[in-house]
């Protein structure tokens, strides 16, 4: 309760390892950049709410290889151009160790999928590359792992030096087939009892359907997390990946705005 006194919804400054921020900080974008129109279109929009990261995929993860793969390093190249054009910060997903150097160069946040969580040769290298560039790293929580794997994965990142690494969780697979992944709210509570890593909540991965999304989102801040991560795309029906889940740019701020006022009141 103490350390969510002061809590809002907004976002100047990268979380460090104290996990002690008094802002909850919004990890939105679109699944994947599709193309640099359709990022600095949700850039603007982000940018003009007064928020200070996006997020967008580059190298996309896909369980089908026939799906679109992201644009890859050109795609990363229209996140460090539009991002220095709306003074914004970037999170990107590095799928590959040999990757992650050249990455760094021109984000500011690597994220771990999930798939990833125990690749630990990536881990390392991500870690090691972190620290040298003063990254941010979003590790999120692979969908059978549990809290012990997780925290066990994290010391390969930070044992190679990364001061900043944030914790996300997006849900598990679980028997339960109504939601895409079965949200495990009770990690943000466990972690912060195990840990001083912030944590985040990715509503978006685990609801797979953009109806969901808000009540996740609030359950998610009620919860405590230090960060909240939404898909947002300035057009889903049209989007190369997870169309279903993502939310308009309209209905990203009302959401916004609505959590603005439970944060307040907490
Ligand atoms: C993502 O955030 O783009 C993503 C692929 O998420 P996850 O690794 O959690 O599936
Ligand atoms: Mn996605």
């Known amino acids: ?15 460090d390892l104290s996990g002690k921020t008094d802002k909850v900080i919004m990890f939105v974008g679109p699944c994947s950049i599709e193309s640099e129109e359709q990022f600095a279109q949700a850039a603007e929009c982000f940018h003009d709410m007064g928020l200070s990261w996006i997020r967008g995929g580059t190298f996309k993860p896909r369980t089908n290889p026939h799906s679109f793969q992201g644009l890859g390093l050109p795609g990363v190249k229209i996140m460090h151009d539009v991002c220095a054009h709306y003074h914004l910060k970037s999170l990107t997903e590095v799928l590959d160790t040999e990757m992650c150097e050249t990455v760094a160069k021109q ?11 125990q690749n630990f040769s990536l881990l390392r290298r991500m870690g090691k590359v972190a620290a040298e560039h003063n990254s941010l790293v979003m590790f999120k929580r692979g969908f ?13 990142i930070t044992n190679e030096g990364a ?9 598990l697979r679980t028997f339960e087939t109504a939601t895409r992944f ?12 195990l840990s001083t890593f912030p944590v985040c909540v990715d509503v978006s991965h ?30 889903p029906h049209v989007a190369l990946s997870d169309s279903a889940q993502q939310l308009t740019l309209e209905q990203f701020k009302r959401l916004f705005d609505e959590l603005s ?6």
Request: net charge negative; charged share 20%; glycine share 8%.
């Open 1 to 15: 309760v103490q350390r969510r006194q002061h809590v809002a919804i907004a976002q100047q400054e990268l979380p």
């Open 107 to 117: 984000v500011d946040g690597l994220q771990i999928g999930a798939r990833n969580f």
């Open 144 to 156: 059978a792992g549990t809290i012990d794997e997780w925290l066990a994965a994290t010391s390969y």
């Open 163 to 171: 001061k900043n690494v944030m914790l996300c969780e997006r849900g």
């Open 182 to 193: 079965t949200l495990d709210i009770s990690a943000v509570p466990v972690l912060h009892k």
């Open 206 to 235: 685990a609801a797979g359907q953009r109806d969901l999304v808000p009540s996740l989102a609030k359950a998610a801040l009620a919860a405590g997390a230090d960060a909240i991560m939404i898909e947002v795309h300035p057009n």
């Open 261 to 266: 006022g439970i944060a307040h009141a907490l």
